[in-house]
T-cell receptor
Framework: GAVVSQHPSWVICKSGTSVKIECRSL??????MFWYRQFPKQSLMLMAT?????????EQGVEKDKFLINHASLTLSTLTVTSAHPEDSSFYIC???????????FGSGTRLTVV | SQKIEQNSEALNIQEGKTATLTCNYT??????LQWYRQDPGRGPVFLLL?????KEKRKERLKVTFDTTLKQSLFHITASQPADSATYLC???????????FGAGTRLFVKA
């Protein structure tokens, strides 16, 4: 089955620093990947759609200069949280869809804590 | 605005019983409805997809119904086991995969 690998699984950083999260499709190619943020006991909130070889599409209210997305290959998308602040602390999850399968495959998520 | 409602209260059932979770939606006409399982600190795992022209879908102990008139889906787990304890999310999609909306999920606890 389709596998999406996400790293790191958790990260603690100081306020004002930047953090990069990687999302890789291991056994399929993904021209499109999705980045979500999830707060405790809340639904997944789509932040942006990452498009291979072109600019990401951001959802309303998501700052594109703060959450930089790069999708340089068919198997890798990265999300960089720039100048992180404590309010950016959350669970970030990526997903992609193998066109041969139903549903989305999610990464295991990244717990970001900004101190 | 589009809205998905899942029971925010946890569902507690005894092992062996059937768990039934509800997903209601408004202001939406989804072509697909999906159910996912999410364990604490992990990403969701896809379980089942049902199309708007399908009434019911089964997979092993899982059964999903989709009533587009009531704008509701029911998710059943028969012969539930403690290992079924998790949060279950429903998700709606009417754009072929580019704008899926997720519910907040219902937490299920199955007691031995």
């Amino acid at each position: 089955g389709a596998v999406v690998s996400q790293h790191p699984s958790w990260v603690i950083c100081k306020s004002g620093t930047s953090v990069k999260i990687e999302c890789r499709s291991l056994d399929f190619q993904a021209t499109t990947m999705f980045w979500y943020r999830q707060f405790p006991k809340q639904s997944l909130m789509l932040m942006a759609t990452s498009n291979e070889g072109s600019k990401a599409t951001y959802e309303q209210g998501v700052e594109k200069d703060k959450f930089l997305i790069n999708h340089a290959s068919l198997t890798l998308s990265t999300l960089t949280v720039t100048s992180a602040h404590p309010e950016d602390s959350s669970f970030y999850i990526c997903s992609a869809r193998d066109q041969a399968l139903y549903g989305y495959t999610f990464g295991s998520g990244t717990r970001l804590t900004v101190v | 605005s589009q809205k998905i409602e899942q029971n925010s209260e946890a569902l507690n059932i005894q092992e062996g019983k059937t768990a039934t979770l509800t997903c209601n939606y408004t202001n939406y006409s989804p072509a697909y409805l999906q159910w996912y399982r999410q364990d604490p600190g992990r990403g969701p795992v896809f379980l089942l997809l049902i199309r708007e022209n399908e009434k019911e879908k089964r997979k092993e102990r899982l059964k999903v119904t989709f009533d587009t008139t009531l704008k509701q889906s029911l998710f059943h787990i028969t012969a539930s086991q403690p290992a079924d304890s998790a949060t279950y999310l429903c998700a709606l999609d009417n754009t072929g995969g580019f704008k899926t909306i997720f519910g907040a999920g219902t937490r299920l606890f199955v007691k031995a």
